[in-house]
């Protein structure tokens, strides 16, 4: 049985540091690309970052694009997402989905939909 499990997120002050991680067992780990997604109460889940398979090739969206940095290590099954410089507005639930292929000519890294097995989520705080 495929299994994500997120952890990292915590209360943190506005210009802080937070490392989220995703866990993942009963899968072939190192064949799935990776992606991050948050969601807050009432708005759409969306896509924050991605990684492939290999770690060979990572993704932004503009809102995170060089605060955040996407790694993995697929001989511990985990990926980590380090968060720099959080900014209030970065308050969310953040999710790590894995699928194959998504990485791929005319792959939609940040779409939802592009991804099978999700985590159960963990909560960051930003505060002000």
């Known amino acids: 049985e495929v299994h994500l499990v997120e952890s990292g997120g915590d209360l943190v002050q506005a210009g802080g540091s937070l490392r989220l991680s995703c866990a993942g067992s009963?899968?072939?780990?190192?064949?799935?690309?990776i992606g991050w997604f948050r969601q807050v109460p009432g708005k759409e889940r969306e896509g924050v970052s991605c990684?492939?398979?290999?770690?060979?090739?990572?993704f932004y969206v503009p809102f995170v694009k060089g605060r955040f940095t996407v790694s993995r290590d697929n001989a511990k099954n985990t990926v980590y997402l380090e968060m720099n410089s959080l900014k209030p507005e970065d308050t969310a639930v953040y999710y790590c989905?894995?699928?194959?292929?998504?990485?791929?000519?005319?792959?939609?890294?940040?779409?939802?939909?592009?991804?099978?097995?999700w985590g159960q989520g963990t909560q960051v705080t930003v505060s002000s």
């Open positions: 989905a894995a699928d194959v292929g998504v990485v791929a000519p005319g792959g939609l890294v940040f779409s939802r939909y592009e991804y099978t097995y």
């Open positions: 009963g899968f072939a780990f190192a064949d799935y690309d």
């Open positions: 990684i492939s398979a290999s770690g060979g090739s990572t």
